[in-house]
T-cell receptor, first 114, second 112 residues
């Protein structure tokens, strides 16, 4: 019955590797988001997709590439991982782009780059 | 100047007292304001939203908005140990910009 799920929950990897985080929502929402939360708890949006189309693309290194195969899934691929990429990554969804007030967050993926 | 500012805390409040959390924002065009609660190791969850000046009450929670002062606050009455968490203030510009901008959060500890 999980509304927004992410895999994996923990990811430990070496610098320079490429990794992916997957997100799925079963709420029937049209809009999905990726956020990064750093060690100081600062939560910042990275990307947003509405019906598989990119609508928000913040200033994020192009090593980060989101992909939305359908509106229920939004994956995040990260190339050439760096130490500074260590953070918790949250996926979220909302009914549509105007309903940010009803945004549901996934459990988060804690990425540690060694 | 940060777009959304909060005192990082920690803020310690005795059980049963009123906890007061404050947030200021820089963009006068901001239209929607939210408070999220985040327990340690968990994801943020929405607890209050407010869109117009004044107070909005929901159970033990009251959100207060003053757009002229660019200030939004959250009051928690009869604080419980289960209220101990980090509280994130978030602000949204309307008019086509659907991005939520978060503050760095205030860590609240309720002392039994």
């Amino acid at each position: 019955d999980t509304a927004v799920s992410q895999t994996p929950k923990y990811l430990v990897t070496q610098m320079g590797n490429d990794k992916s985080i997957k997100c799925e929502q079963n709420l029937g929402h049209d809009t999905m988001y990726w956020y990064k939360q750093d060690s100081k708890k600062f939560l910042k949006i990275m990307f947003s997709y509405n019906n598989k189309e990119l609508i928000i693309n913040e200033t994020v290194p192009n090593r980060f590439s989101p992909k939305s195969p359908d509106k229920a899934h939004l994956n995040l691929h990260i190339n050439s991982l760096e130490l500074g990429d260590s953070a918790v990554y949250f996926c979220a969804s909302s009914q549509d782009p105007t309903r940010t007030d009803t945004q549901y967050f996934g459990p988060g993926t804690r990425l540690t780059v060694l | 100047q940060k777009e959304v500012e909060q005192n990082s805390g920690p803020l310690s409040v005795p059980e049963g007292a009123i906890a007061s959390l404050n947030c200021t924002y820089s963009d006068r065009g901001s239209q929607s304001f939210f408070w999220y609660r985040q327990y340690s190791g968990k994801s943020p969850e929405l607890i209050m939203s407010i869109y117009s000046n004044g107070d909005k009450e929901d159970g033990r929670f009251t959100a207060q908005l003053n757009k002229a002062s660019q200030y939004v606050s959250l009051l928690i009455r009869d604080s419980q140990p289960s209220d101990s968490a980090t509280y994130l203030c978030a602000v949204k510009l309307n008019f086509g910009n659907e991005k939520l901008t978060f503050g760095t959060g205030t860590r609240l500890t309720i002392i039994p």
